[in-house]
């Protein structure tokens, strides 16, 4: 499995293309592109097929002109993968910092909004984004959050590492659902069929009684109308209820 890297082109070139202060090609006739049409050509081409299916080559068949008028708007892959990214987690409008919000339901709403996205471009799961490069909807995405669980009364870094968490559970998920997807794929092999021919081993081993908790499992354990998602996201949500509370129980009794 191939994995790109955000961050690995030209950051300063980036940066200045993600906040507009570059777009137009210095040379040549008048342009018959944008750099927003490529993004977002790029954008589809990697929804429909994936990373691996993206060059410049490529894209400049997708939108109909020669390779090197892209490279008059963006100097390579790895910059596109930034102005990509970037696009793709744009979290629209900003809440109202002065309007209350309950931080439960703000959690909930970030956690789905993250499987969303995983769910309509899941090569997000194939870029190691250790490095970002901060454009305006990176920030704009930080912005929101922070905003929507700053009622939780949690210190700056502590409401970091919730966001964290929060991203890394749901990518997991995502993460088990693409693999699975993409594994049925490349097999030609369904789910189903897969763990059919592992049955009679299976069985076996768990008549053995070397396995005596896995022997005990309910029949249902496996099923796929489990939804982990839900499950998880409910625990996440009750354990910091306890944190939250603890913490304005301590601010009361600081009161008084």
């Known amino acids: 499995m191939t994995i790109e890297t955000s961050g690995s082109g030209d950051v300063a070139r980036t940066l200045e293309l993600l906040w507009s202060t570059g777009e137009r090609p210095a040379r040549g006739p008048k342009p018959g592109l ?10 589809e081409l990697a929804d429909a097929e994936g990373l691996s299916a993206l060059s410049m080559r490529r894209l400049s068949t997708e939108l109909g002109t020669g390779t090197m008028t892209l490279y008059r ?12 990214l970037d696009r793709v987690t744009d979290p ?13 339901s703000a959690f909930d709403s970030l956690a789905r909004r993250y499987l969303a996205l995983f769910r309509a ?16 909807s990176a920030l704009r995405s930080l912005e929101a959050a922070l905003t929507c669980l700053s ?13 964290i968490a929060t991203q890394s559970f749901v990518q997991g998920i995502a993460r088990m659902e693409t693999e699975g ?24 081993a768990m008549h053995s009684g070397d396995y005596p ?15 982990h998602f839900e499950f998880g996201l409910g625990r996440l949500l009750d354990g910091l209820e306890v944190l939250v509370r603890e913490r304005a129980e301590a601010r009361e009794r600081a009161r008084d």
């Open 213 to 227: 908790r896995m022997a005990a499992l309910d029949d249902d354990t496996f099923s796929e109308d489990f939804d």
């Open 151 to 163: 009622g939780m009364g949690l210190r700056d870094a502590e409401l970091i590492s919730v966001i």
């Open 73 to 84: 708007y963006v100097p390579g892959k790895a910059e596109l993968l930034d102005l990509m």
């Open 181 to 204: 997807r993409e594994a049925a794929d490349a097999t030609g092999m369904s789910h189903e069929d897969f763990w059919k021919s592992q049955e009679p081993f299976l069985t076996r």
């Open 121 to 136: 471009h899941p090569w997000l799961l194939k870029v190691n984004q250790a490095r970002t490069v901060l454009g305006p």
């Open 34 to 43: 944008t750099l927003d049409q490529i993004v977002a050509a790029a954008v």
């Open 92 to 104: 629209g409008p900003l809440p109202d910092p002065a309007e209350p919000v309950d931080w439960r």
